[in-house]
């Protein structure tokens, strides 16, 4: 089921942003970050959201003060977050632990968790007012790591909304803190899994020794399809249900009836996306897969309780007549093959290449990145109204970015809710495309390609 925007509108009451500081002294420190955390693809913040329902059992508790009370207890265990980023030679960025806190809004929202709709997905109506950028806060350097903005339901429920500065965590890492202060708010005094900083273990090589190829850091010239030079960029999400994607596993030739749920679903949104793009035929398209390390190798090269960023990302690259023309299989078999370098040599030529080329972006031109959060947990975190309905990114962050979040609809299936960005002329045709995939009808494939040379 494809989201359409959302005419509802309705009131916010926030009252002053606050700073959450630790609730006991912790150490003024600087700590540095890995070479992995401090790349340019992560200097940004990326929203979340989370709902949850009235619980009766908790008559007479308020989210907002039961969370803000957590929040301060957890920081002593996750005090870097309480600190400001600052950079340094080379662009090394480092935590300055200084205490200052997080960034807390509390608010109340005139309306009600059933007008949100069923399923619950992106993108939500009046996010601006639900997760609210605090003037001078979103900066990288020397601005708060962290706002969090509880917003009460007239209907009992709440909104738990969060910004994050994607250097120090990623989504299993964010997880792990935000668990950790629904731990607190149920009532633990220290989190049941220990934070652990040492972020030298993805540092690079002492010299950098890259010894690997990265497509992901590839410089492309002369492209023209990043869909980030289009004005008018919408935002929309589809709702993937049982059924779908036992649909898409049919377009898949025997020999791959293997393959993962992740591997088709990324295979199918890669081909749909390219061809609503229009590209000219032999534009170069990418797909990076955001794979994390966590209990990847053994013995692990992750401490548990580690929060950094512990992903790779691992691309393949087609041109968009490729795409367009050929079997399913083919995306399919390059993005097996792109997961399949998911090696610890890999992780480390990758933090070497940060260091000698001055820690770069990402292949912007003709890339699409998709990030599996199914198994990252975010929708089990639980202050004491018990899980969240939804839970997961708020929208498609960076814009040419989708992210796989687990999702429960009202006839008990659970489905994915995949969040994406394109340009306004483009949203109609991706559509057509996947509804001719789950039909069992590939639109655009073999001869009759609609591709076209495009000045897009």
Request: glycine content about 8%; proline content about 8%.
């Amino acid at each position: 089921m494809a989201s359409s925007p959302s005419s509802l509108v309705f009131k916010v009451h926030r009252r002053e942003p606050e700073l959450i500081k630790p609730a006991k002294p912790t150490p003024r420190e600087f700590k540095l970050l890995s070479d992995i955390d401090d790349q340019e693809g992560l200097r940004f913040h990326i929203p979340l959201i989370h709902f949850y329902r009235h619980n009766p059992s908790m008559h007479g508790k308020d989210p907002v003060k039961v969370i803000r009370e957590a929040i301060a207890k957890t920081l002593v265990f996750y005090y870097p977050f309480a600190g400001r980023l600052r950079e340094g030679h080379n662009r090394k960025l480092m935590v300055e632990c200084t205490g200052e806190g997080i960034l807390f809004i509390e608010a109340d929202a005139d309306v009600t968790l059933e007008q949100f709709g069923d399923p619950l997905q992106p993108p939500f109506p009046c996010l601006e007012e639900l997760l609210f950028d605090v003037p001078g806060s979103s900066g990288v350097l020397n601005c708060p790591l962290l706002l969090i903005q509880v917003s009460r339901l007239k209907c009992g429920g709440f909104l738990f909304a969060l910004r994050l500065n994607h250097t120090m965590s990623d989504g299993p890492g964010l997880e792990q803190f935000m668990a950790a202060v629904g731990e607190m708010a149920r009532g633990a005094n220290a989190p049941s899994v220990p934070p652990v900083w040492e972020r030298h273990v993805l540092n690079a090589t002492d010299p950098p020794r890259v010894t690997c190829r990265h497509l992901a850091y590839e410089e492309v010239a002369g492209s023209t399809s990043s869909i980030l030079t289009h004005d008018h960029l919408v935002h929309r999400s589809f709702f993937f249900s049982p059924s779908d994607i036992t649909a898409l596993r049919r377009l898949v030739p025997p020999h791959l009836s293997h393959c993962s749920t992740f591997e088709i679903l990324t295979a199918c949104l890669w081909i749909c996306r390219t061809i609503a793009l229009q590209p000219h035929p032999n534009e170069e398209m990418r797909i990076i897969c955001l794979v994390n390390a966590s209990g990847k190798f053994n013995p692990p090269l992750l401490p548990r309780g580690y929060y950094g960023n512990g992903f790779l990302l691992l691309a393949a690259v087609a041109t968009a007549g490729e795409l367009s023309r050929k079997p399913i299989g083919y995306a399919l078999e390059l993005v097996r093959k792109a997961k399949a370098d998911m090696t610890e040599e890999y992780m480390r030529s990758t933090a070497s290449l940060m260091v000698s080329k001055g820690r770069p972006l990402f292949t912007v031109p003709g890339t699409y990145i998709v990030s599996d959060l199914r198994h990252v947990g975010f929708e089990k975190v639980d202050f004491g109204w018990g899980n969240a309905i939804y839970g997961g990114t708020a929208k498609a962050a960076p814009e040419l970015a989708s992210f796989y979040i687990p999702f429960t609809n009202k006839k008990g299936e659970d489905g994915i809710v995949v969040p994406f960005c394109l340009p306004s002329p483009a949203v109609e045709r991706f559509y057509k495309e996947l509804e001719g995939m789950l039909k069992g009808q590939l639109v655009s494939g073999g001869s009759n390609s609609k591709l076209i040379a495009s000045s897009l």
